[in-house]
């Protein structure tokens, strides 16, 4: 018995670590997409109605990153 409450403990920090991986995994694909942003921004296009229209394909950004960076795209733009 003691070496299965040994197992789960062991299970249990290997899943904090994992976790704690996975949250520097998003942050730093977040700082990824942070620092493509002045590249995406030259490459947008004025409409004739005066608004901007940005089409770019950007591999290895999970759904939060893409997010992160298309409102940094926003609020640069005001």
Do not use: F, W, Y
């Not at 997409?33 to 002045?38: D, G, H, K, S």
């Amino acid at each position: 018995m003691c070496n299965h409450k040994a197992q789960c403990v062991l299970l249990a920090g290997l899943m904090k670590d994992l976790q704690a991986a996975q949250k520097q995994i998003s942050d730093l694909r977040s700082e990824v997409a942070q620092a493509q942003l002045p590249l995406l921004i030259t490459k947008a296009e004025t409409l004739p109605s005066g608004a901007r229209l940005l089409a770019a394909q950007v591999d290895g950004m999970d759904a939060k990153s893409l997010q992160v960076a298309s409102c940094s795209c926003l609020s640069t733009q005001h």
